[in-house]
């Protein structure tokens, strides 16, 4: 299929608008995503929205089951233990990497990066329910930069897809936890560490951000989780 003008096609199209509204919450962890009506949504075949469907299920961001389809992908404790244990091996390894191979330009944009991060507030206002889209965007941009100077594009490939199976739980869970601060804090001495260029404390104290994260979250996913029945396909926030 010809691609517009900028070379995208309406198969790659689909499929970023469908990514962007799982990341975004817009639809919702454990929805049933039904062909037929996002074909109709969005104007297109079905053949295009079950490919973009059955990539997004690649990446990790959708489940398949037989005889029931399509659905977001669902959150849970045992899922969040593991996606974090596995982010801070393959992080703690690209955070290494980089600063072996640490350089004024790449130090650079880590802190403008989070110069951005630390003037947005996680919040749009105190009584928000939902996370600050400029925050989460920004928050995203400080990790993204921080690791993709790694130098294996496979390993910063992999990075992505854990840190967007994280930005799930983050949207559904954090808005109603505080932690900004802690959070604020943390992000200043992984500064500090990548600066200073002290692999070790930057290691650390990435495992313990991660960490803590997790476990403000995991609380609260588990008290969702034992009020959801076998078999419910309502969003779990």
Request: proline share 4%.
């Amino acid at each position: 299929m010809r691609g517009d003008k900028t070379g995208t096609t309406l198969n790659s199209r689909v499929f970023e608008a469908l990514r962007s509204e799982v990341l975004s919450g817009k639809l919702l962890p454990r929805q049933r995503l039904r062909v037929a009506s996002l074909a109709s949504a969005h104007g297109v075949s079905l053949n295009v929205i079950r490919e973009a469907l059955n990539r997004l299920a690649g990446q990790g961001l959708v489940d398949v089951e037989p005889k029931f389809g399509f659905s977001v992908r669902g959150l849970s404790t045992h899922d969040l233990r593991d996606l974090v244990a596995q982010r801070i091996v393959f992080e703690s390894i690209a955070l290494r990497e980089c600063i072996a191979r640490s350089c004024p330009e790449w130090q650079s944009e880590v802190l403008a990066a989070h110069h951005r991060l630390s003037k947005t507030p996680m919040k749009p206002d105190s009584d928000s329910t939902s996370l600050n889209q400029q925050w989460l965007a920004r928050h995203d941009e400080f990790h993204r930069v921080m690791l993709e100077a790694c130098g294996s594009p496979r390993l910063y490939q992999m990075i992505r897809q854990m840190s967007e199976a994280a930005e799930l739980y983050h949207r559904a869970l954090l808005p109603v936890l505080a932690r900004d601060g802690e959070m604020e804090a943390e992000h200043e001495q992984l500064l500090a560490a990548i600066l200073a260029e002290d692999a070790d404390d930057a290691v650390r104290i990435l495992t313990v951000h991660l960490e803590k994260t997790r476990d403000v979250m995991l609380p609260l996913l588990g008290e969702i989780e034992s009020r959801s029945t076998p078999g419910d396909s309502t969003s779990m926030q």
